[in-house]
């Protein structure tokens, strides 16, 4: 059985509370000031108040890990604490941000924490986690399958006391908006290494640098998620000081790894808050909603997908909550298993439920009025950020098959 401390009981209280104060009746206000901004990457007012009310109430930097507590006024939170709060933000699609606890800020956070200089975390970190800044992660190519992260191209060379970069990378999320100033790029600085995975180094880039050029925001099923969207960024000649590489020459593929762990579980605690809550919609819906001369409650066919719903909703709660007691005990790196296991289930469990409820909506469900077309995006492309699911499949495939055939030979 799972038990949240009395810390986290304490924070699910008060961010409820918040929720039903000052998300939930705004939400209309938030597109309605998103749709009328002359640019839909520039922050919104509604933002900006959500964040100093959020701040105000201590509701600030939840997801910092335990064992970064120095970095949080509120002392950390484990990740089994911190699960229940992530999935309540998950019922709102931006509202993680209010709190400073939307990706890729919070990955770029705890890789700062964790890899950086003194110096860099003073630069970068510090103002991350005031909120006065956001940040992007330059990972994927297009012209390259970034599914494996050694065949990035983006060149990394020394001049001096500088590295100059050159190449393009897209999907990079949240370099549209105006507030991002900061970009971690991944690219390669020993090509000719015999090791693929000691090829790769990470650097941080201020967005303003000359050469870095913000082509164009990308679409996702047609939804460019402004304010945040996602870039494709050409870099032409970008020089930075040597000293911005992070950890090391030659560890960006160990920097990458130790990055996409806990995202990968943050994204899945979200996805089931938006499943739940298209859950609790669709039964509203259907109890009060007749067709053919009754309830659509009183069907069998809408009964069996609610049935079928709620337990797939608790069954990836449990597997969400195990991973997060392992990664807790020993580690993200040591509960990869788990990490790809839920990676590979939730979100397409959660895609397939939020579908069931958009249908239960009539064509209703397809549109803007209500949350699930987007929270429906949002699950399916969960299943190629951080890696695609046949990516995990084959990785945690091969380590089970070798962990029962060790055993039983």
């Not at 945040?228 to 992070?246: D, K, Y």
């Not at 909703?313 to 509960?335: F, N």
Request: aromatic content about 8%.
């Amino acid at each position: 059985m799972f038990e949240y401390s009395k810390k986290s009981q304490a924070f699910q209280k008060q961010l409820g509370s918040f929720m039903d104060q000052h998300v939930y009746p705004n939400e209309h206000v938030y597109e309605e000031q998103l749709n009328n901004s002359k640019d839909r990457f520039s922050s919104l007012p509604l933002m900006d108040e959500l964040k100093d009310k959020a701040r105000e109430a201590g509701l600030w930097n939840l997801f910092i890990p335990l064992k970064y507590a120095e970095f949080s006024d509120h002392g950390g939170l484990s990740n089994i604490d911190y699960y229940p709060l992530a999935e309540m933000m998950g019922r709102v699609r931006w509202s993680a941000e209010a709190f400073n606890c939307s990706a890729p800020d919070t990955g770029n956070m705890e890789v700062l924490m964790k890899y950086a200089t003194p110096a860099q975390q003073a630069e970068w970190l510090l103002p991350l986690l005031d909120g006065k800044i956001r940040s992007s992660y330059a990972m994927t190519e297009p012209q390259v399958a970034s599914s494996d992260a050694t065949n990035i191209e983006l060149q990394i060379t020394r001049d001096g006391d500088n590295l100059v970069l050159n190449g393009r990378k897209w999907w990079t999320t949240g370099a549209p908006n105006e507030y991002a100033q900061l970009i971690i790029v991944m690219g390669k600085t020993d090509p000719s290494n015999a090791d693929r995975h000691k090829q790769q180094s990470q650097v941080l880039v201020p967005k303003n640098t000359p050469g870095v050029d913000v082509i164009r925001s990308l679409t996702t099923l047609g939804y460019d998620h402004a304010p945040r969207g996602h870039a494709e960024i050409q870099f032409t000649n970008v020089r930075v000081p040597a000293v911005n590489m992070l950890l090391g020459e030659n560890r960006g593929f160990e920097i990458a790894q130790g990055r996409l762990g806990p995202g990968r579980m943050h994204h899945c605690m979200r996805l089931i808050g938006a499943a739940q809550r298209a859950l609790e919609f669709a039964c509203e819906r259907v109890a009060f909603r007749s067709a053919f001369g009754r309830e659509l409650s009183k069907n069998q066919s809408v009964r069996e997908d609610i049935a079928k719903s709620f337990s797939e909703i608790e069954m990836a709660r449990l597997l969400v909550l195990k991973t997060c007691e392992e990664m807790d005990r020993v580690g993200a790196q040591a509960a990869r298993d788990m990490i790809a296991a839920s990676k590979i289930s939730v979100p397409t469990m959660m895609q397939t439920i939020i579908d069931r409820c958009i249908q239960m909506h009539g064509a209703g469900g397809l549109s803007g009025d209500y949350f699930m077309a987007e929270a429906f995006n949002y699950a399916r492309y969960c299943r190629l950020a951080d890696g695609p699911d046949q990516v995990h499949q084959m990785a945690l495939g091969k380590r089970i098959i070798q962990r029962f055939s060790v055993e039983s030979a």
